[in-house]
């Protein structure tokens, strides 16, 4: 995601996510990973019928008897306890007061036979699928699920707001298995709280005509009867579906290499601009850590209470958002693809991880296009002292400020805690790693990073262990200083 935030008075806005492409053939990629089956029926009450089979081979270790799924709309009930907004972005996500969104599973069944399921979680945000019979390690099982999604009024990842409809986080997805668990993080209002595995999708999406819809994956045909038009939709290999609709969207687009980069857009006089500036990530980004393997990339215009937001083939940019600002959202947002998309994390627990070196992808996207006139080293200068004017306001307010980087969501303080350490702090620490080991050493270690992590989810140490790699020197203990809080950030001249 993209937070913009202002440092308090005195401060600007600061920077605060065939199948062959490339030489990644989906077609072999997607062969060993889950399969979801998707039946999409919009209503005009914003309502969504959804209907799922998820075809799921048990990847892990351990005998399973339950298959748990995260709801992340559960967030958007009333009285939720992990609410999708912190109370100070409430007032600028609700437009027209609160709104609540829920999803109801109305029956669960398992290779085609009816069984019980049960709701867990602070907010009943855990759906948990028990098995016939239990699922030994590399085994297959289909669960189907029907539901209904109540769609709330608010400009959100999941929410319809006065331009468009946001539909992401609204399914039913599988949780991820981690030593032989279920990994089962709640929703909370800072970042991203969303972890998964690359799976294939292929949805059908029935919408009223008078709406464009812009989507993860590839749209392959349409069928329009009377006010209603479907949609066939294929994405392989990818963490995550999504799907904005609008009926004001215009699109834009260009072809890069493999890639077709679309721009849904709506009020927008500098669209050619706005599209290039994808057409520039994406090639920019292609050429310094490796090539993106699908063939849409789609940049897409919306309310939005923040900046913008990642998902696979997609990102969301903010209507409110304008300027140079508009465009460093694409860049970041495009940056995601790679540090998000293709190599996955846990962005509950590492929130760092994808949004520092998205936040540093930035600064090597300016150093490589110099034509977009934002000087890197004084963005990282001032950066830097953002940070800066950021510990000593926050020392002189709380007596001390926690500085460490290795939390989860739920372990931040205060919003701006979350957002100072993971994106601000996370930028420094990449420029850091550039200057300690060498620009040109980091950039091919995060190619090999890329290379060797494509579709699968990593921690914090794989990353260090590619750098000591590449570089050959040891570089747990500096790297720990920064995510510990250990290391003193100066004011920069
Ligand atoms: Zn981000």
Redesign the pocket.
Same mark, same amino acid.
Do not use: A, R
């Given at each position: 995601?993209?937070r913009l935030f202002a440092v308090f008075a005195m401060c600007v806005l600061v920077l605060c996510?065939c199948a062959k492409n490339g030489d990644v053939n989906l077609d072999k990629v997607s062969k060993n990973l889950n399969t979801y089956t998707m039946n999409l029926i919009y209503n005009d009450d914003h309502t969504l019928n959804g209907s799922q089979t998820l075809r799921y081979t048990n990847n892990s270790d351990t005998n399973l008897k339950t298959i748990c799924f995260h709801l992340y709309p559960k967030a958007f009930t009333k009285g939720a306890v992990n609410k999708p907004v912190s109370s100070t972005n409430e007032t600028k996500a609700y437009p027209n007061g609160p709104s609540y969104g829920d999803i109801d599973i109305i029956s669960a069944s398992i290779n085609g036979e009816r069984t019980e399921f049960n709701l867990s979680g602070l907010d009943n945000n855990i759906l948990t699928v028990g098995l016939l019979e239990e699922l030994e390690p590399c085994d297959k099982v289909t669960i189907s699920l029907e539901y209904k999604v109540y769609v709330p009024n608010i400009n959100h990842r999941f929410g319809y707001g006065d331009n468009a409809v946001n539909m992401a986080n609204f399914y039913p997805v599988v949780a991820v298995i981690e030593d032989g668990e279920f990994v089962l993080d709640p929703y909370n209002s800072n970042g991203d709280p969303f972890y998964s595995e690359c799976s294939n999708y292929d949805v059908t999406l029935t919408i009223p005509t008078s709406y464009k819809v812009a989507s993860t994956g590839v749209q392959t045909n349409s069928t329009t009867l009377e006010d209603n038009t479907t949609y066939t939709i294929n994405a392989k290999a990818v963490r995550d579906f999504a799907f904005v609709m609008s009926e004001k969207f215009e699109v834009a687009s260009e072809q890069v290499e493999d890639t077709t980069v679309l721009y849904y857009y709506y009020d927008d006089e500098d669209y050619k601009s706005n599209l290039q500036a994808g057409v520039d990530a994406l090639n920019t980004f292609n050429r310094l850590f490796g090539k993106y393997p699908y063939s849409t990339l789609s940049v897409v215009k919306t309310n939005f209470v923040h900046g913008g937001m @990642?998902y696979p083939n997609m990102v969301y940019i903010s209507d409110v958002v304008e300027g140079a600002d508009y465009t460093n959202v694409i860049i $970041?947002e495009i940056a $995601?693809q790679w540090w998000y998309g293709v190599v996955g994390s846990n962005a509950f627990r590492f929130p760092w991880l994808d @949004?520092g070196l998205?936040e540093y992808s930035c600064v090597l996207f300016y150093q490589e296009n110099p034509d977009y006139n934002v000087d890197p080293v004084e963005l990282v200068k001032n950066t830097n002292n953002s940070f800066v004017t950021f510990v000593d306001l926050y020392t002189d307010v709380l007596g001390k400020v926690d500085t460490s980087m290795n939390r989860s969501l739920d372990e931040y303080n205060t919003e701006p805690e979350y957002v100072y350490m993971t994106y601000v702090k996370g930028m420094l620490l990449f420029d850091n790693i550039a200057e300690v080991v060498g620009r040109d050493k980091l950039i091919s270690t995060l190619k090999t990073y890329y290379a060797e992590n494509m579709f699968t989810n990593v921690t914090p140490e794989i990353l260090v262990s590619a750098l000591e790699k590449v570089t050959g020197r040891e570089l747990v203990s500096y790297i720990n200083t920064w995510l510990e809080g250990k290391c003193v950030i100066v004011t920069m001249d």
């Open positions: 995601m993209k996510g @990642e $970041h $995601h @949004e998205t």
